[in-house]
């Protein structure tokens, strides 16, 4: 046994109790792979037992060229990394021929982490093997299809599985499945430099003996160091072997070249060979006549030489299976298929054609490309890059009796359920019984209930006079019978909310139920649905129960996908790109166009249109000429509207109103008849539709005519504007059309229009750009009509009220004149006095204005000083006056003293030499008054008052 990483040796090595990964707790070995050990676990937390499980373990402690020697370099850092992020991966990858992986448990005190993954119960192909010698052709084909599809998964994902081979494929319950992956950055040692080491030389490997053909790991680069003829420092300097010998890429043995896709697959066709001869290809046959006991060709493994090819040694195999085994096994990766796609779908070929339906590629005027149709049973060999979507889908039929695709319009379910799982299940892929499957698909549209009865008619005797429980026990009975399986196909399931009828709704609602119940052998249905429309479905009942159980989601594929579709399906033509360049160009093209999957479709159609037959190129004039992949579908939506325009005055109108009908309000697509396209888009409409359909943007089928795909509503954007221009009429006269049909089915139940919905209804009828029905019409107008019939007994019943009150007449005149002169006098009451509020309104205004000038007045009077003044002139000419000669004549005698007031304080005495007569008064004095003159007789007073 080749030795393990220290970290991991001390953790097996402690007492079982202790043996602990996080929750998972190690029982015993179940095998090794490289340095990895698989040990059986139980996963448990605290008391309780959860499931059981295979961990494989991976240490963290990094390593140099001896296993057990540690590396303190930073390259154990970036080891580390490696480790955990490639688990990781591992985790999300899911395929049902996949094992599933549950967790990554990681012991970061002891440097391990394990991968837990599903310990999957049943027999491995090695042991198969030991016992029966080889395997028939149909189970060996069974098998590397399902291998093939994992293949697909797994490298999609960026992995690489590493260890293909008998021991790591098991048969549980029917379906092969691939186990005990390997972890390439925990497996790679850290080494010397690459400066230092050089570039390896080619090893020469001498014959081995066939009893080291299942040596792997340790092990192996042990023997390979010491019997590589021309390698001068031993092999394993440069790295542990990664797989198991006869099993292994040449080009690893010979150079040490690090594991990748191609050597998976040629270990997948060294398994295919082991199948169907009993050995590996690198084994030499036994020679009985000298005794020689069998070995290992080293030439073979090395790559020197080719494999015998199959059909030398097993003479009866199908010459295409042994052409794909011989391609599988070249020592060159360029000889071999360019992935394991491609590989599975040859596998299907060849087992179809086994079975008697050899089928041919569509002619090459079709192509591998669609436009914006989708790909049928008949396209299903040109119908790439979905293998695990078809393997996920079909394993959820193995237990549900309704699956539902479920993803954004344009993601390919249609073609996904038609070219990819109705085709597996008819050829077996949901086990051996019943043998024989046949297919019915059927579109809802208005009428759900005849589309499903029109599907179910070829195997169901009087389908339309059964009710659907009874249809189920009809299709249970004829399995038993016929052993005859039947899968219906339901497209486009969002009809059922969009345009279907009630009653057509309710019986398709019902027998989808009744059979989703229970997985009845030999009956399934499939739907498919977008995601967008999955809340009013999820409404119906219990129809969302249904598809909530048995749901696939389904995504647009990616860039990186889309280049290899491309390969593929040029290389089934043999045709290629002109050159790296223009693949790099078209790489950055599809990855700003990848989600729109009928816009891609429809771009590389029209490349495919313009490739060089001559040369079996595709150019780059070619997608110069489309206008390159984003632009091509509006373009030519848009030159096939210019071009009809151009030919005929008013087409445009027609075209709008054509492409209108084939809509619904909420933006999805609608099948209507010839007929009634007629009516809606005039005499014009017919030459707009052959117009439409001879640029494939609509399509003709049973039910109708119809848009060749959603895509056109959501990537042409003048479609999508007059969608968005007459939504809100459209809705109206959709209501209008539904209240019309009830109306006609009970005319004395259904309520009529009035008011303003009436008045709405009428000016839609007006209107050119949506023409409504005859039955609305009719509609229109009776409700018009028991309109008019209301307001006439509305007007009647006024008239009766009027003649009733005559007699009241004079009366009630009398006493409304009686108070309006009530009023009046009132009236001029109050206007007088209003009058006599505003003459004292003006007059207290007047007061007001009064008060205001005697204010500014006073801010105008005299100062003090003046006053002084003033006092002092007149003191003067008091002076002057007495210097005068007295007046001749008598005198009079003076008049009486008038009293002085008495609230007022007396006045200052006369100031000295004051003329006789001149008296002056204030009520203020500078200093104190002078001294009173009793003796001055009394003269006449002239007053001065002044106010401060």
């Known amino acids: 046994m080749s030795p393990v990483a220290p970290s991991i040796a001390r953790l097996l090595q402690r007492p079982e109790p202790e043996r602990r990964l996080g929750p998972f707790l190690l029982i015993e070995p179940l095998g090794r792979g490289g340095f990895a050990p698989v040990w059986l676990a139980r996963e448990r937390y605290g008391g309780t037992e959860l499931r059981t499980a295979a961990v494989k373990l991976f240490a963290l402690d990094a390593r140099g060229p001896d296993p057990g020697g540690p590396d303190p370099s930073p390259a154990a850092v970036l080891r580390r990394r490696g480790v955990i992020e490639e688990a990781r991966l591992l985790c999300q990858v899911e395929h049902p021929s996949v094992v599933r992986f549950y967790a990554l448990p990681v012991d970061e005190e002891h440097g391990v982490i394990g991968l837990a993954m599903e310990h999957v119960a049943g027999v491995s192909l090695d042991r198969t093997l030991a016992a029966r010698g080889t395997l028939p052709v149909a189970e060996t084909l069974a098998l590397g299809i399902a291998i093939a599809s994992a293949l697909a998964a797994v490298h999609r994902a960026g992995l690489v599985h590493r260890d293909v081979k008998p021991a790591n494929i098991v048969d549980a319950a029917g379906v092969y499945k691939l186990i005990d992956f390997g972890i390439a950055a925990a497996d790679a040692p850290i080494g010397r430099a690459p400066s230092a080491l050089g570039e390896p030389e080619r090893a020469r490997l001498a014959d081995l003996p066939r009893a080291l053909e299942r040596s792997c790991g340790a092990a192996l680069a042990g023997i390979l160091s010491g019997r590589a003829g021309s390698t001068t420092a031993p092999t394993d300097a440069l790295g542990p072997v990664c797989g198991t010998l006869g099993y292994i890429d040449p080009v690893i043995l010979a150079t040490r070249a690090p594991p990748a896709p191609e050597s998976d697959l040629y270990a997948l066709g060294a398994t295919l060979f082991e199948c169907l001869t009993g050995r590996v290809p690198a084994a030499l ?305 599809l990855r700003e166009a990848a989600s729109a999957m009928p816009l891609v479709q429809f771009a590389l159609t029209e490349l495919w249109d313009k490739r060089d037959t001559l040369n079996r190129k595709v150019t780059r004039a070619g997608l110069r000429a489309i206008g390159g992949v984003a632009g091509a579908l509006e373009r030519h939506a848009d030159a096939t509207l210019r071009a009809l325009a151009a030919e005929r005055p008013g087409a445009a109108e027609a075209a709008r109103a054509l492409l209108l009908a084939l809509t619904t309000p909420q933006g999805t697509r609608a099948t209507r008849a010839r007929a009634e396209l007629a009516r809606s888009a ?83 009828r007006r209107r050119d750009d949506v023409r409504i029905s005859q039955s609305a019409a009719a509609f229109l107008e009776a409700s018009r009509r028991a309109e008019r019939r209301a307001a006439l007994l509305a007007a009647g019943a006024v008239a009766a009220v009027v003649l009733a009150s005559a007699g009241f007449g004079v009366a009630y005149l009398r006493e409304v004149r009686a108070r309006e002169a009530e009023v009046l006098a009132a009236l001029r009451k109050e206007q007088a006095s209003r009058e006599l509020a505003e003459e004292q309104t003006r007059n207290v205004q007047k007061a007001q ?82 001294p009173a003159r009793p003796s001055a007789p009394p003269r006449p007073a002239l007053d001065v008052e002044t106010t401060w």
């Open 682 to 764: 005039g005499p014009a409409g017919e030459e707009a539709l052959e117009a439409f359909e001879r640029a494939r943007l609509i399509v003709a089928g049973e039910g109708g005519v119809t848009l060749a795909h959603e895509s056109l509503i959501l990537r042409w954007e003048r479609l999508r504007a007059w969608v968005a221009e007459a939504r809100e009429d459209r809705l109206l006269a959709e209501e209008l059309d539904r209240d019309a049909a009830r109306w006609r089915a009970a005319p004395r139940e259904a309520p009529l229009w009035r008011g303003r919905r009436l008045a709405f209804g009428e000016a839609l």
């Open 285 to 589: 046959p036994t020679r009985a006549a000298t005794g020689e006991a069998p070995a290992l060709s080293g030439e073979i493994l090395d790559g020197r030489a080719r494999p015998p090819p199959l059909l030398e040694v097993v003479p009866g195999a199908p010459r295409s299976l042994a052409r794909l085994i011989d391609a599988l096994l070249s020592p060159d990766r360029r000889d071999r298929p360019a992935s394991a796609e491609p590989v599975a779908i040859a596998l299907e070929q060849i087992r179809g054609e086994l079975s008697g339906g050899e089928r041919t590629l569509p002619p090459e005027s079709v192509g591998p490309f669609r436009g914006l149709g989708r790909f049928n049973e008949a396209d299903r060999d040109v119908y790439f890059g979905r293998r695990s979507d078809i393997a996920a889908t079909v394993e959820m039929l193995r237990c549900r009796g309704v699956v539902a695709l479920v993803g954004p319009s344009g993601s390919g379910k249609s073609s996904l359920a038609r070219a990819g799982v109705l085709p597996a299940v008819g050829e077996g892929a949901l086990g051996a019984w019943p043998p024989w499957w046949d297919r019915a698909v059927a579109e809802p549209g208005a009428d759900p209930r005849a589309a499903v009865i029109a599907a179910l008619s070829p195997f169901v005797p009087r389908a339309a006079e059964l009710l659907p429980e009874e249809i189920v026990a009809a299709l249970t009975a004829r399995v038993q019978a016929e052993e005859r399986g039947l899968v219906l196909l339901l497209d486009q399931l969002e009809e059922l909310a969009t345009v279907a009828s009630p009653r057509g709704r309710e019986f398709t609602v019902a027998l989808l139920c009744r059979l989703a119940e229970h997985a009845i052998p030999g009956v399934r249905v499939v739907v498919t649905a977008r995601r967008d429309w999955l809340d009013p479905l999820l409404a119906l009942g219990p129809l969302g129960k249904v598809l909530v159980r048995g749901s696939v989601l389904i995504e647009p594929i990616s860039e990186l996908t889309w280049v290899a579709v491309l390969d593929q399906a040029l290389a089934a033509y043999g045709y290629a790109l002109e050159d790296d360049a223009l693949k790099e160009e078209l790489t950055a093209e």
């Open 849 to 930: 204005d009064r008060i205001d000038q005697l204010l500014r007045e006073l801010a105008d009077s005299p100062t003090k000083e003046a006053v002084l003044a003033l006092q002092e002139q007149i003191r003067r000419r008091a002076g002057a006056a007495e210097a005068a000669p007295a007046p001749r004549g008598p005198v009079a005698p003076p008049p009486p003293a008038a009293p002085a007031p008495r609230d007022e304080p007396a006045g200052p005495a006369p100031v000295a030499g004051a003329p006789p007569g001149l008296r002056v008064e204030t009520d203020w004095a500078e200093g104190n008054p002078p």
